[in-house]
């Protein structure tokens, strides 16, 4: 082969292998990113028949990377949503109002064992009383009174206790006494006895109430005559007179105690 077509090829092959570097140089600048995982090798044929030339580029774990886009809207992290999101808030809200509705009906508990409670002891107080005024030993028959004049007189005893009380008894005007439906409680202190035994008449079957000269039908207090002397003026007893065939309820003197 004459010596300036092997010098002309060698040329064309230079010149052909520094053409392709460029291109593959420029190739691979021109995108806004390229990364090179592990080696690439690109063949590219010769334009003899000799040999292959053959370029190899190779990168090691390499990139190359617009640095705009490091620091663009795409390095954002978008919030988590979805039907598995909006499924889970709703478990939230559901297992919250759970929790609200046991709290309230175990405090709603709480009140009414509380409540039970107070009405247990309300109904033990009420029932002390009772036997305080039913169960204190008065059993005195005033001289063969009434039955029912005789269990006011025994519950008013464990009420006021300390007095002489006197029934059944010859009078010398018309009186309760001779007939059984009548009590004196003998005391210069009688307001107490007085106000409680009008304050529960209709209870106990009271017809009037005597006491330091005043009179009490149901209707209030009335000043009475002077009868001459403390006794006869009712300055030394509260008298109590009963209706006939009547049927008390003592526990009303509870409220006297």
Known sequence: MPEGAVRGGSRHRSNGRSAIRHGAVAAGLTGSALALVGPAVIALPDTTDDAATTLELSAQGAALADTSSASGPAAAVSPVSGPGTSAASADLIKATERGRAAAAETARQAEARAAEQQRAQQAAAEQERTASVTNCGASGSYGGVAD??????????????????????????????????????????????????????????????????????????????????????????????????????????RSCG
């Open 148 to 253: 029912s004049v005789q269990e006011v007189g025994n519950a008013m005893e464990c009420v006021f206790p300390g007095h002489d009380v006197l029934g059944v008894g010859s009078r010398g005007n018309a009186s309760d006494h001779p007939s059984g439906y009548a009590l004196d409680f003998m005391t210069t202190s009688g307001d107490a006895i007085a106000d409680c035994v009008m304050d529960n008449a209709s209870d106990l079957g009271v017809e009037y109430v005597i006491w330091n000269q005043r009179i009490n039908t149901g209707s209030g207090w009335e000043k009475m005559e002077d009868r001459g002397g403390a006794t006869a003026n009712h300055e030394d007893h509260v008298h109590i007179s009963f209706e006939r065939g009547g049927s008390p309820d003592v526990t009303a003197l």
